[in-house]
Nanobody, 117 residues
Framework: VQLQASGGGLVQPGGSLRLSCAAS????????MGWFRQAPGNQRELVAA???????NYVDSVKGRFTISRDNAKNTLYLQMNSLKPEDTAVYYC????????????WGQGTLVTVSS
């Protein structure tokens, strides 16, 4: 499987971005999917995750601002990010796993999000 994240860029505080993650291979619809991010000097953290049935969960810092979704027909994962803050600046990665809380060891290429005026 390969995961390719895209949609990052430079945005002002309060702005919005939509990230996409294109997944190759089969069985995307059965996978547990998530978005992680890594800011400079910080460890990589889980931002949002979605089960195969569409149940979602978020880290507290993005609740109410970010929305994770998936389009199984397109093998694509999304992250809608609204009301962006400078502390959201990071490289964002998508990742998959066989079940909630379990992740594969594979990390695809991330996409950089910079929130700055």
């Amino acid at each position: 499987v390969q995961l390719q994240a895209s949609g990052g860029g430079l945005v002002q505080p309060g702005g919005s971005l939509r990230l996409s993650c294109a997944a190759s291979g089969s069985l995307f619809s059965s996978k547990y999917m998530g978005w992680f991010r890594q800011a400079p000097g910080n460890q990589r953290e889980l931002v949002a995750a979605i089960t195969s049935s569409g149940r979602t969960n978020y880290v507290d810092s993005v609740k109410g601002r970010f929305t994770i979704s998936r389009d199984n027909a397109k093998n694509t994962l999304y992250l809608q990010m609204n009301s962006l803050k400078p502390e959201d600046t990071a490289v964002y990665y998508c990742r998959q796993g066989p079940a909630p809380g379990l992740w594969s060891s594979y990390w695809g290429q991330g996409t950089l999000v910079t929130v700055s005026s």
